[in-house]
């Protein structure tokens, strides 16, 4: 993690999720980027196969407002198991270890 980076990383990244857009992110750990898109999204899919990171998920949404945790949903299982998510999505966040 390049925790010095990491504010102009997500600012990149929010760049290119117009509001409204359905978000799928993949590697998504604890949702450290995809959560910070919440406000964007319409819906975000944040995937991980650590099947440990959907708590850690769950207790950084549960910081936002009940408005945006409405959208959010997090999916364990690895990229591969995900791919049928993708039609749906607007915009494809992959953050590989």
Request: aromatic letters at 6%; a positive charge.
């Amino acid at each position: 993690a390049n925790l010095c980076a990491f504010g102009s990383i997500v600012a990149a990244v929010r760049r290119f999720v117009a509001p409204g857009s359905r978000v799928v992110e993949l590697y998504g750990g604890g949702g450290t980027i995809g959560l910070h898109l919440a406000d964007l999204a319409s819906s975000l899919v944040c995937s991980d196969e650590n099947p440990h990171n959907a708590r850690c998920f769950r207790l950084a949404a549960k910081e936002l407002p009940a408005n945006l945790r409405q959208r959010l949903r997090y999916q364990q299982g690895d990229a591969a198991s995900q791919v049928g998510r993708l039609a749906g999505a607007d915009v494809l966040v992959v953050d590989p270890p």
